[in-house]
């Protein structure tokens, strides 16, 4: 089975083959198709910018399944900021350092509550033009300096509830045992496995 997967994202894009290498499916990417360019994700939530990029790619695709996440981290001490912009908190094409750079820099100015968590919104879309939405978070803290050189994004400056490492210091199967998308494509598989 084909599964059109509308990220581009490298560090996610690990994530999602490590997180599916037990099904009989094979993953493509939009970097296939010469004539794709990505949709601007305007939607004010999770599941309306996953729901964005997944409809995008399925009308340029005509076999298999598509899926799409969007993801980011709630601070509840920055009024769940920097969510949905989480990508381009620093600026429009600001690199991972420099959204960390400033999430820390904004923590220490604002707030003393460090709880956050993980969401990931999936929208996926089956050969038949059904859609199934699924979420899933991880729950921690925001450590005060990074920890750690692996995972993407956020990962260096967050620390799982009830773990002392950050997401950075972990192996990708701990990360992928806990994580927000895990939680999500455990649903998708679910989902999935009734049609294989
Ligand atoms: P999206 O590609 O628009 O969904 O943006 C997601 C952004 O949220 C990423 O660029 C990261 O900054 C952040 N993010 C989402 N998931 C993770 C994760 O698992 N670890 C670290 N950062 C993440």
Same mark, same amino acid.
């Not at 990505?38 to 005509?62: C, H, M, Q, W």
């Given at each position: 089975m084909k599964i059109w997967l509308a990220s581009s994202n490298k560090g996610k894009r690990k994530e999602f083959e490590n997180l599916l290498a037990d099904l009989p499916v094979e993953l493509h990417g939009p970097e296939e198709l010469s004539?794709?360019?990505?949709?601007?994700?305007?939607?004010? %939530?999770?599941?309306?910018?996953?729901?964005?990029?997944?409809?995008?790619?399925?009308?340029?695709?005509?076999?298999?399944?598509?899926?799409?996440?969007?993801?980011?981290?709630?601070? /509840?001490?920055?009024?769940?900021?920097?969510?949905?912009?989480?990508?381009?908190? #620093?600026?429009?094409? #600001?690199?991972?350092a420099e959204n960390v750079a400033k999430l820390l820099k904004m923590i220490k100015l604002r707030t003393n509550n460090r709880k956050a968590r993980f969401v990931c919104a999936l929208v996926a879309i089956d050969p038949n033009g059904q859609e199934y939405v699924f979420e899933g978070e991880l729950k921690g803290s925001i450590a005060s300096k990074q920890m750690g050189t692996g995972g993407f994004g956020y990962d260096p400056i967050?620390?799982?509830?009830?773990?002392?490492?950050?997401?950075?210091?972990? %192996?990708? #199967? /701990?990360?992928?045992?806990?994580?927000?998308?895990?939680? #999500?494509?455990?649903?998708?598989? /679910?989902?999935l496995r009734k049609h294989l």
């Open positions: 004539y794709y360019t990505s949709p601007e994700e305007n939607g004010d %939530t999770f599941i309306a910018n996953a729901r964005i990029k997944a409809k995008y790619l399925a009308a340029s695709v005509n076999e298999g399944w598509v899926l799409a996440d969007d993801s980011g981290l709630e601070c /509840e001490g920055l009024n769940n900021m920097p969510g949905i912009h989480s990508a381009r908190y #620093a600026g429009d094409k #600001a690199s991972d967050f620390i799982p509830d009830n773990h002392e490492q950050s997401l950075a210091e972990m %192996t990708s #199967a /701990e990360k992928n045992r806990l994580s927000h998308r895990a939680n #999500a494509l455990k649903l998708f598989k /679910e989902e």
